[in-house]
């Protein structure tokens, strides 16, 4: 990590980078990690900062402590003084960055993950968990209809009958359930759940960098255009990176039977 990349943690929004992953947290564990639109706005610029790292090739976001994020704090008299003129609508992008940015975005949940908690993470390329975590989307319990993309990104993973049980009927699901609805893609148990992390943000940060993020845009592009669009686009892709010195280490190395050495080019 640089002077200017420890620069760009806060007080409740930590930035740790090792290599070529980055560990973005939320560091409020005496009040669960719960998140009002300043620490929303932090999040956004620290992400944002992540996002023009081309070096990068994983984020992991995740909570100190005992819980991921258990939504928005409720202690309303900061936010009460406010009028919709002065919100910074930079929050609301956070999701924006985790579901589009080139690095791959991976939430580790530990405990409670609700409300826009949950919105984050289910903006993540993967949402990992060990057995305390338990997910609501909470926000009709407080009054609001939700905001981070929930009902677009849980509509698409769960199905759309499914997302709206959950959205307009909010309940806690605990973690076994939740992998096996979809909405985690990995489950450990809690003593099995760092190592686990580790072997798998080290394997991504292993893969070939353009590999990777043409990956990532082909399955951007799949989710948001045709299927004759995607296919075009893939091909174009595919023979760019045919062509680069990675592919050829890839190959060379998968002959020689030795680890390759990429140079992202």
Known sequence: MTDHDARIG?????????????????????????????????????????????????????????DFCAGADVVPEAEAERGPGDIDLRQFDVAKLLYGMRPITIAAVRGGCAGA?????????????????????????????????????????????????????PRKIGAREAREVGLVTRLFEEDAFEAELETMT??????????????????LAAENGSFEATVDVEGVRHVRLFYSKDRSEAFAAYLEKRQPVYQGC
């Open 117 to 169: 908690g949950m919105g984050w993470a289910c903006c993540c390329d993967f949402r990992i968990a060990d057995t305390t975590a338990k997910f609501n989307t909470a926000f009709l319990d407080v009054g609001v209809a939700g905001d981070m993309g929930l009902p677009w990104t849980l509509g698409r993973m769960l199905g759309s009958s499914v997302a709206r049980e959950l959205c307009f009927f």
């Open 10 to 66: 806060t007080a409740d929004v930590s930035y740790v980078k090792n290599g070529r992953v980055a560990v973005v947290s939320i560091t409020r564990p005496e009040r669960r990690n719960t998140i009002n639109s300043r620490i929303a706005v932090e999040m956004y610029e620290v992400l944002e900062h992540a996002s023009r790292d081309r070096d990068l090739a994983v984020i992991v976001l995740r909570g100190e402590g005992a």
């Open 202 to 219: 080290q394997r991504l940060a292993a893969a070939a960098p353009l590999a990777l993020a043409t990956l990532k845009e082909n399955f």
